[in-house]
């Protein structure tokens, strides 16, 4: 196969049930949705961690987040690395070594003060988790193009649990056109880029990486009316898990309700905040409908590889939580993967993969190999039809936002086990309880699946080197003796 351009795509706590290709039945997202008609739809894709700088962390290592260090937001950070070590390996070295244009526009939330300059990559800092409504580069480009500045009216409030006052921004209408919205400013500094990569392209035929990351469908959901109006209410069914009464689950989760108010939204008022945020996914797939169809117009979609992702979910009221946090729900950790490869068949995956087999992917994709150390692996042949042995689990980590919280998690393709050093540990059933509602994992019926899972994450964690399988070698049940002694496994590490 000879290299390939890549046009990375990514969003911000995107659920994987807004878009038509994972069967939204309402939901209009014909880019992303043709995308997927072309290329593969992972159907079990899922984040290493989620929360925002971890998972780009890890996308741009190719690490899991232990091993990297970057364990949560710079913003609540707590005591963890701010900054890429610099001995550790970065998706952006090899690419530009072996000569390819790589810019990225957008969220970076990789580091707090290293941008993508930083890494020789052409595109601008902006740093921070939410739009950046007031970065120079934004007000410039509103003056430029004579747009308003950025408003809101109508803003969506929680109410803090402690009675001191509203609790968090959740939405507001954007008194801004689409044409003005951080959404459109990202797309059109990436065509800017991409205009220059496909002259460089059809000149002297080098190649490029070039990324958009778009910082919605995050909430605040502050859109323009168009989109905010889009859905009707009344279509928008509430997630079945709205159900949810924390019995036998950790604490953690009922306070972390309180935190985001959850509960102060009746049915009516879920129902409205669900549908402008399948409004702001709208928003967001017209905008990659521009980069797509400049792609073509480009002369570039034979010769570019298309990748869609998100660095984690959104619970948006799912389990009467909000935003994200400590609880490895399904809502937060799988995430929409599509990948379109030209000349690749037009298929949907079941595999377990994750957002670090990316990095190897991309690599594979521009004639390199993956880099060392790299904990994920290439998914070129899954997507080129093959189906060579995989694994048939995934585990994913947990270190806090907000506050610290250490949570591991593994799942195959009915169970799900979440171990919680510092609470009750859950176990669902996903095969009868798709919605994670009922915490088995004292029930003695399931004893030999708590066992064989536990079992597995132990082995797990062991094989990478997280340090979270030493609290597990004496606390987890995991049988008779000693954790650590399970098949030996120890010893041949030690």
Known sequence: MSARNVLFLMTDQHRVDTLGCYGNPLARTPALDGLAAEGTRFDRFYTPTAICTPARASL???????????LVNPERNGGARDEVADEHPVLAAPLLDAGYNMGHVGKWHIGRERGPEFYRMDGEHLPGALNPFHHPSYERWLAENGHPPFAVRDAIFGKAPNESGRGHLIAGRLRQPVEATVEAFLADRTLDLLERYARDFHDSGRRFVLSCHWYGPHLPYLIPDEYYDMYDPEQVPLPASMAETFAGKPDVQ???????SADHFDAD?????????????TMIDDQIGRLLTALRELGLWDDTAVMFTADHGEFTGAHRLNDKGPAMYEDIYRIPGIVRVPGAPAQAVDEFVTLIDLNPTILELAGLPAQSPCDGRSLLPLIHGERPDWPQEVVAEFHGHHFPYSQRMIRNRRYKLVFNPESVHELYDLETD??????????????????????????????????AYTWMSYMADIGGGRAADVDGVADEVA
């Not at 741009?60 to 970057?70: D, E, K, S, V």
């Open 254 to 260: 009922r306070r972390y309700a309180e935190y985001w």
């Open 269 to 281: 008022a879920w129902r409205k905040l669900i549908a402008v945020y399948w409004g702001y996914v």
């Open 434 to 467: 798709p919605h994670e509602l009922h915490n088995v994992y004292t029930a003695p019926s399931y004893a030999d699946v708590r066992r064989d899972m536990t079992t597995r994450l132990y082995r797990e964690l062991l094989r990478r080197g997280d340090p």
């Open 60 to 70: 741009f290592t190719g690490l899991h987040p232990f091993r990297h260090g970057l």
